[in-house]
């Protein structure tokens, strides 16, 4: 059994996983927000568009050990892959989906983990 993350968050142009006004806490800085898997875990990333200077995540628990990545299309999910997934909308959507199972909360954005820990270095 894997621990996933389990949250809705953004980064991007700042970096550190704030909304552009910097007051709105990212809830994957809570590592309570969690799930557990026998299968994956997976980071949903949606681009926005470019312009936007960032993107938004959900961080979850995958319950089977396939991918549905178009409308007609399923794969078999490999550990540390990703896959672009797009919806049958018109124009299509697409987003990027990363699954993993190497490791407890191995879904979260690594530059979470760090920022915090540069404030304790620097104290």
């Known amino acids: 059994t894997t621990i996933c993350h389990q949250c809705n968050g953004w980064n991007g142009w700042n970096g550190n996983g704030y909304s552009r006004s910097s007051s709105e806490e990212n809830s994957c800085h809570n590592y309570n927000n969690q799930c557990l898997t026998e299968f994956f875990c997976v ?73 915090p820990l540069i404030g304790i270095l620097i104290l």
């Open 43 to 115: 980071r949903k990333e949606d681009p926005i568009i470019p312009s936007a200077g960032y993107k938004t995540y959900k961080s979850d628990c995958w319950m089977q050990p396939s991918v549905q990545i178009s409308p007609t299309d399923a794969v078999q999910i490999e550990s540390g892959g990703c896959y672009n997934v797009t919806d049958a909308s018109i124009p299509p959507k697409q987003w990027k989906y990363c699954f993993c199972a190497n490791k407890d909360y191995c879904n979260t954005d690594s530059r979470l983990l760090i920022s």
